[in-house]
């Protein structure tokens, strides 16, 4: 079993033609003492078994491509991306030049694509560090000047998203024309982004993938075959093999949720990222008191609360206010009052053994047996960032450990998974289990 120690600091780096930029996550300095029970647990294991689950749904010779902007959704993008080469992954995709100089920092080979716009300065840039990018109509060829290197570009197209792209196969076929008088530029690959792949009417994605394979057609009668087209992303994945195309984008199944659960089961997908909290007050409240900012708890019978150390700052949403629910001693309490920047109080009132130092679910599997107030005191700060990792991944393929999945959370919290994922404030430790 191997055990890592990372944590995200922020540090000043340099690329290694000198260009200057903020590393968000350097991926390298460890965590030498942990203090606040709030911490969260990355399965890198789990993340590897997505993966291999992903690729064994992909037709015969279809390439897969794992997004890994906002910091791979949260989860730390150099960990994440040395798990994704391991397991064979052909490219990863960002959404800025700055997140793509990131990655070259520690990987100067991997294919990365930029998913969003760009402009003549990134042009530059981008093929310097053998970086694609999407063509969209945002930066006309002809503004690009000549490239000491090659530059790889995808034409977006515009299917139905009103996102990004080019939206007539007349656009398409001009752009087509104009990369054909440049030999500093390469036709990659041809794309569209489904806007509805995961609803139960699957009418929108179909439309638009017909729309896409018109502009594919009209190419090939001009005698351009592009060499990848792609559309389908988790949801078209997990749909079958219709829109697999040459590549698949997939995100948010890679780190072990559906897009819609209801509509595309997944169970066999593992939560990768896991965050947990403690108890730090357990108090007897009254009939009649009111319970957090502006008083929008009142209690109505006798009740035992507990205060717990997360709060919104820490990316625990403010809205899950008198509606969210987190899990203590097995069982499942509602958040009571308002979510604090800091803090939270949760109605510990059928929980009777519920005490100071116990171990809260914020979302994710069911702490550890061995987690317990008492081991935590007596390791002292030093030694707990190694145990809490060491005896998490001792436990994590148990059988029988409840989940508080994110597909629970999000709903309540007016939100998806990916969001509570990407907004875990960077003062939140990320501890690295690999299994």
Same mark, same amino acid.
């Given at each position: ?50 993966? %291999?689950?992903? #690729? ?36 990863? @995709? ?7 100089? #990131? ?8 294919? !990365?694509?930029?998913?969003? @716009? ?17 063509? &969209? ?21 515009? &299917?139905?998203?009103? %996102? ?41 994605? &179909? ?42 984008? *997939?995100?948010? /199944? ?8 209801? *509509? ?7 939560? *990768? ?18 319970? +957090? ?7 109505? %019978? ?50 009777? @053994? /519920? #005490? *100071? ?6 979302? +994710? ?9 008492? /081991?935590? %005191? ?31 959370? @999000?709903?309540?919290?007016?939100? !998806?998974?990916?969001? !509570? ?15």
């Amino acid at each position: 079993m191997a055990v890592r120690i990372r944590h995200g600091p922020s540090a000043a780096g340099v690329t290694p033609a000198g260009w200057p930029f903020v590393l968000c996550y350097t991926g390298t300095s460890e965590v030498n003492a942990v203090y606040r029970t709030t911490f969260a647990i990355v399965d890198l294991s789990a993340l590897a078994h997505n993966i %291999r689950l992903l #690729q064994g749904r992909l037709a015969p010779g279809v390439r897969l491509l794992v997004a890994v902007k906002a910091d791979a959704y949260g989860h730390g993008v150099r960990p994440v991306v040395e798990v994704l080469r391991r397991e064979g992954v052909h490219q990863v @995709a960002v959404a800025s030049l700055e997140e793509a100089l #990131q990655i070259r920092t520690f990987d100067k080979d991997i294919p !990365i694509l930029i998913l969003g @716009a760009v402009g003549v300065d990134e042009c530059l840039v981008a093929a310097e560090y053998k970086l694609d990018v999407l063509y &969209t109509d945002v930066c006309p060829l002809s503004d690009i000047p000549r490239l000491p290197k090659p530059l790889a570009m995808h034409i977006a197209i515009d &299917t139905g998203m009103n %996102r990004l792209g080019l939206k007539s196969t007349d656009a398409v076929l001009s752009v087509i024309e104009a990369m054909a008088d440049r030999e500093d530029i390469r036709l990659a690959g041809v794309c569209t982004h489904l806007a509805c792949a995961d609803a139960s009417d699957l009418s929108h994605a &179909t439309r638009q993938v017909e729309r896409l394979l018109e502009a594919v057609r009209a190419m090939g009668d001009k005698g351009c075959t592009p060499p990848l087209v792609h559309a389908a992303n988790s949801a078209g994945l997990l749909r079958g093999d219709a829109w697999q195309f040459d590549m698949v984008r *997939v995100g948010i /199944a890679a780190y072990g949720y559906s897009p819609d659960p209801d *509509v595309l089961p997944m169970p066999a997908l593992r939560p *990768v990222m896991h965050m947990y909290t403690s108890i730090t007050r357990v108090a007897d409240v009254r009939p009649g008191e009111t319970i +957090g900012y502006g008083a929008t708890y009142t209690a109505q %019978r006798s009740m035992r609360v507990a205060t717990i150390a997360v709060g919104y700052a820490d990316g625990f949403p403010r809205i899950l206010s008198n509606r969210g629910v987190v899990r203590v001693r097995g069982c499942e309490v509602p958040i009571v009052g308002r979510v604090c920047m800091d803090q939270a109080m949760i109605d510990v009132s059928d929980v009777p @053994a /519920a #005490q *100071v130092g116990d171990f809260v679910t914020v979302f +994710g599997i069911d702490p550890p047996s061995a987690w317990t107030a008492s /081991a935590w %005191r007596a390791l002292g700060p030093d030694n707990r960032a190694n145990w809490l990792q060491e005896t998490f991944a001792l436990a994590a393929n148990e059988e029988g450990r409840n989940v508080l999945s994110l597909s629970t959370v @999000a709903p309540l919290a007016e939100t !998806i998974p990916y969001e !509570i994922l990407c907004q875990i404030n960077r003062r939140v430790p990320k501890l690295y289990v690999e299994a």
